[in-house]
């Protein structure tokens, strides 16, 4: 015999408290290095985006939890989540034409408060391929259970559901240029021959 022991109460109904929070934000070079200006991310400089997120369920078991972010195509694109896990993974549930990807990540079957707190970071590529002055991008960030009679969440329990990630970016350009200089003739008289010397600075 399998004793199963649903920890939803005598309802039957297992009434989570879900909650996500942002950590930070790191923007990297291509060598995997944090850039020099952490502040926002610098167009052709960064390379791709980490975002720290830790989430936590304080009420009876979830299940199915997922999390759930829009990225806009041109900007970037999902790469993974960090620390590699078997348990989460994210996919793209969005047509490739679709100016947005939705993705949706699987966080774990059954979530209980005595999972405690787990921290993950998902990295997100960085497209090269706009330029000049963008508006900063507001994502939000989900953290969800699916809708079914047996697996719901208060509606008082939801303003900490979201976690909202705000990139400011900025281009820059690079310059090169040349100065030439023209030439001075400089004549000058000492002990021996007048000579002319022609002095590039």
């Not at 502040?39 to 369920?57: G, K, Y």
């Not at 590529?125 to 960030?141: K, L, R």
Request: with cysteine; charged share 20%.
């Amino acid at each position: 015999n399998v004793s199963i022991a649903s920890q939803c109460g005598r309802d039957e109904i297992c009434d989570s408290n879900l909650r996500i929070e942002l950590l930070n934000i790191t923007y990297l070079t291509v060598s995997g290095e944090e850039y020099v200006d952490q502040s926002q991310l610098t167009v052709d400089a960064v390379d791709r985006v980490d975002v720290s997120l830790r989430f936590e369920n304080l009420g009876e078991i979830a299940f199915n939890a997922f999390i759930t972010f829009e990225l806009p195509r041109n900007l970037f694109t999902h790469r993974r989540v960090l620390p590699p896990s078997i348990l989460i993974s994210c996919d793209d549930t969005t047509p490739q034409n679709i100016t947005h990807g939705t993705y949706s990540c699987n966080v774990h079957s059954s979530l209980s408060k005595e999972d405690g707190r787990t921290t993950i970071s998902l990295r997100w590529q960085v497209n090269q391929n706009f330029q000049g002055e963008q508006d900063s991008v507001s994502i939000p960030i989900s953290f969800m259970i699916p809708t079914v009679a047996s697996n719901r969440e208060n509606s008082s329990l939801l303003n900490d559901n979201v976690a909202n990630v705000e990139i400011g970016i900025v281009a820059t350009t690079t310059y090169h240029f040349t100065v030439i200089f023209s030439s001075d003739i400089v004549s000058y008289q000492g002990n021996s021959t007048p000579r002319v010397n022609n002095i590039a600075r």
